[in-house]
């Protein structure tokens, strides 16, 4: 067995981040991507894989009007590293570039049969995720997307809705009506 | 600066591959399960969580009747070309995400359409979804499941009657993306 310099065992790696308020990165000789940011977890490093993850979801209610337009997600389960910074816009932010999955459900209340929902996801404005589901009688019904994309620092996604006519979101916590994720994947 | 053993450091890891034209695989002493093949990357290893990934999608005109293998004419990204004649082939045995999402162009109410993952021709996964009027509906079929390499993962496309398929790379799409060893 050789003996090799230490390079990038984790006590190698950059010291805590303690000022500025952006995600900083790091990738180490072995190719694992590592992440900081001044205030979360002290300023330490930890894997993006393990730790670059959001899921946010509507609580109060809202009504998803009829034609196109954002959702604003107005509460948090988990975004440590605050991707979701523009909650009006219903925009997530990536800090860092590699492949993302990203999940989006909306749910609504039909008044009718024959109603139908379409979430949408954009990427720096252009519709890259869409799904349609419809009511088939007076009760909530749902319509998913998963995707991933490769995306790079800041490019951006927005979570929106389409519907037939006004309807009253599927909306409470812990976000399992109307919700969306965005998780770090890997370099890609 | 200290010294520790050497065991998979990436200049322990096997040299670039440079010939042959199938996926090779590396677990180092760690349990990371890492990939190279001939012409990707050029040849150099990559772990298997960063690089597995591929998403095709339904670009031409096609209508769905009954239950059929759907081929998938575009690709959005497949660095180690995974998908070929209608199915996915997966490269090592693994822990993955499967998403196949099917839309169709309804031209009545109570029509339906199903997305199905088959597994070596068997079904693992199937969603369903029914329109209530002359537009697109949508099934989105996601699933996580233990592969073996050399499985094969085909999307199938199934319509209560024949329907027009909604293309694009946001309306009918498949992907398959490794998670781990599991």
Known sequence: MSLIPTYAIPDSLPPPVISGTTVQSFTDVWGDVWIAKNGVYGGAWKRARDTLYGKWYRNAAFTLPAGQAAVPLDSTTRDPYSMYTNPAGSAAYPPISGLYDILWQVTANATASGQWVQPRFFINGMLMGVSQSYASSVNAFSSVISQQFVLHVGDYIQFYDNASTALAAGVGAPGYWTYATVEYYGTG | ?182
Request: glycine letters at 8%; one cysteine or more.
């Open chain 2, 1 to 182: 600066m200290s010294l520790v053993p050497a065991y998979a450091i990436p200049d322990n890891l096997p040299a670039p591959v440079t010939s042959g034209a199938t996926i090779q695989s590396f677990t180092d002493v760690w349990g990371d399960v890492w990939v190279a093949k001939n012409g990707v990357n050029g040849g150099r290893w990559k772990r298997a969580r960063d690089a597995i990934y591929a998403k095709w999608f339904r670009n031409a005109a096609i209508s769905i009747a009954g239950a059929a293998v759907l081929t998938l004419d575009t690709m959005t990204k497949d660095d180690y070309g995974l998908y070929s004649a209608a199915a996915f082939t997966v490269p090592v045995a693994g822990w993955y995400d499967v998403v196949f999402q099917l839309a169709v162009t309804a031209t009545a109410t109570g029509q339906w359409c199903s997305a199905r993952i088959n597994v070596n021709a068997a079904l693992q996964g199937i969603m369903r979804a029914h329109s209530g009027a002359a537009a697109a509906i949508s099934a989105t079929c996601i699933q996580q499941l233990a592969f073996n390499a050399g499985d094969t993962v085909n999307a199938v496309a199934e319509a209560s009657v024949s329907l027009a398929c909604t293309p694009l790379v946001y309306w009918t799409y498949a992907t398959l993306q490794y998670r781990g060893t599991g």
